[in-house]
């Protein structure tokens, strides 16, 4: 699967600064003569993936949980208004935030996301919108 324009992008931005991590990985791991030879292919592939991994879900985990800090009102309209009956709702009292956990292709991600509380129909209720955000091609 093609990255979006949005993510090559946003990682162009940060393409020098991951490069220079990965050589400070790679000293940290086997100083800058590397890994020692004979060392397998599939050896390294596996530590590299398992670097992956830790750098995916950490990086989406961060995102999510700073997202969801978002003030309530510099949030979109969408999560402002009952899912319901369309009216304003204010923020959950009770129960503020509702803890998520999902899998995604980036690995699990864990945050929590505020929750609202609509008067009217006397329920609390996580926004629905189709994607996390402000939405395709936006980024605060």
Same mark, same amino acid.
């Given at each position: 699967?093609?990255?979006? @324009?949005?993510?090559?992008?946003? /990682?162009? !931005?940060?393409?020098?600064? $991951?490069?220079?991590?990965? !050589?400070?990985?790679?000293? &940290? #791991?086997?100083? *800058?003569?590397? *890994? *020692? =030879?004979?060392? !397998? ?5 596996? #530590? ?7 750098? +995916?879900? !950490?990086? $989406?985990?961060?995102? $999510?949980?700073? %997202?969801? %800090? ?6 979109? @309209?969408?999560?402002? /208004?009952? +899912?319901?009956?369309? %009216? ?8 503020? #935030? ?10 699990? @991600?864990? =945050?929590?996301?505020? &929750? %609202? ?21 936006? $980024?605060?």
């Amino acid at each position: 699967m093609a990255p979006t @324009a949005l993510a090559t992008t946003e /990682v162009d !931005k940060v393409r020098p600064y $991951l490069e220079g991590v990965a !050589k400070n990985i790679a000293d &940290k #791991l086997f100083g *800058p003569e590397g *890994p *020692p =030879w004979g060392t !397998k292919l599939s050896q390294l592939e596996d #530590l590299v993936v398992a670097l992956r991994d830790i750098l +995916s879900e !950490k990086t $989406l985990t961060l995102l $999510l949980q700073r %997202q969801a %800090q978002t003030a309530p009102e510099a949030r979109p @309209a969408a999560f402002q /208004v009952c +899912s319901g009956c369309g %009216q304003p709702a204010d923020p959950d009292p009770d129960d503020p #935030l509702e803890p998520r956990l999902l899998d995604t292709r980036g690995g699990q @991600a864990q =945050w929590s996301e505020p &929750k %609202q509380y609509c008067r009217r129909c006397r329920q609390a209720f996580f926004p629905s919108v189709q994607e996390s955000g402000p939405g395709p091609g936006t $980024l605060q």
